[in-house]
């Protein structure tokens, strides 16, 4: 039988609503726009917390508030952020709010993510040939992400190992060999297209460049994101390719598209999906495929 894909719903990043007036904010809103995710075939969603204005929310609160309200209403998986520009100097007070989340198993989040490199997050502007945000690095040292790894598994979270370019890859495999993640390994191939040119381009090319360096002796499952790129134009070829597709508004306000909601852009994702010969994932077969507890 062929494998079932997992789609992974990305609601909201820190996105504004200047171009998509559909992302959601609010703890209402996050919980509401995961059910519609889930009805039309997502079975984890990625979210970050944000006040009414948008504007970053931090806190253990915060998130458990989101987590119970999600959990209420369906039972897709649940993945939140770590948060954007946290300070590396202080690790564990970066994932003090993930692994507070997990010592209660009704705020436990499924998974958590941990990029495995720094990159370099200026835009530049084609228009004017000019970088803007020229100072903004993600900083994520090899010690942080031997800590993050270590505590994700010791509070019975999975791992998202987020690969921005083949050496992310490479030190994501040394990881699984070292013994702090457990297979199947988890990985979101993160492109990016537009303002932001650190990762591989959204491509057909970028994406199997990627691939040719996951581990091929180990157990690893995978999905697609292209950051300030449609990811639909990509989920043929990750259908078929064996992949999973973690698309939403939160990455890419999908403009060409007259701004779709969320759950919109999963059911497309979803056909695109079927039509290439791949069912859809539920959660407990998501849990099943990537060995959750
Ligand atoms: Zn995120």
């Known amino acids: 039988m ?4 997992i789609i992974e719903a990305r609601i909201n990043e820190y996105a504004m609503r200047d171009d998509n007036p559909h992302v959601p904010w609010t703890a209402d809103e996050i919980a509401e726009t995961a059910a519609r995710c889930r009805e039309e075939g997502a079975s984890i969603v990625h979210f970050h917390a944000r006040n009414p ?25 649940v993945h939140p952020t770590l948060g954007w520009f946290a300070n590396d100097d202080d690790p564990a007070g ?4 993930v692994t507070t989340l997990a010592c209660d198993p009704a705020t436990r989040p499924d998974f958590a ?19 803007h945000h020229g100072e903004r690095v993600y900083i994520n040292r090899t010690t942080t ?9 010791r509070s019975g979270i999975k791992p998202q190992l987020v690969t921005w370019a083949v050496g992310f890859t490479r030190r994501a495999a040394a990881m699984i060999e070292m013994g702090l993640v457990d297979e199947p ?6 492109m990016t297209e537009g303002a932001c040119l650190t990762g591989h381009p959204g491509t057909a090319a970028g994406l199997k460049a990627h691939l040719a360096f996951l581990p091929a002796n180990r157990k690893v499952e995978w999905a697609s994101n292209v950051v300030g790129g449609n990811l639909l134009e990509l989920a043929d070829t990750t259908a078929r390719l064996g992949g999973h597709l973690a698309p939403g508004i939160g990455d890419h306000p999908y403009l060409e598209l007259g701004c779709p909601r969320n759950e919109e852009v999963v059911r497309m994702a979803v056909r695109t999906a079927r039509a290439a010969g791949r069912e859809i994932a539920s959660p407990q077969e998501t849990r099943e495929m990537l060995g959750l507890a």
């Not at 970066?94 to 709010?97: M, Q, S, T, V």
Request: net charge neutral.
């Open 185 to 190: 390994a988890w990985f979101l191939v993160n």
């Open 94 to 97: 970066r994932i003090a709010c």
């Open 53 to 77: 204005d948008g504007s970053p929310l931090h806190g253990v609160d915060a998130y458990a508030e989101i987590i119970r309200k999600i959990r209420s209403r369906s039972d897709i998986l």
């Open 113 to 131: 993510p941990i990029d495995t490199g720094s990159v370099n997050l200026e835009s530049y502007d084609a228009e004017s040939r000019s970088f």
């Open 145 to 153: 992400l031997e800590l993050y790894a270590r505590d994700f598994k």
């Open 2 to 5: 062929t494998k079932k894909m």
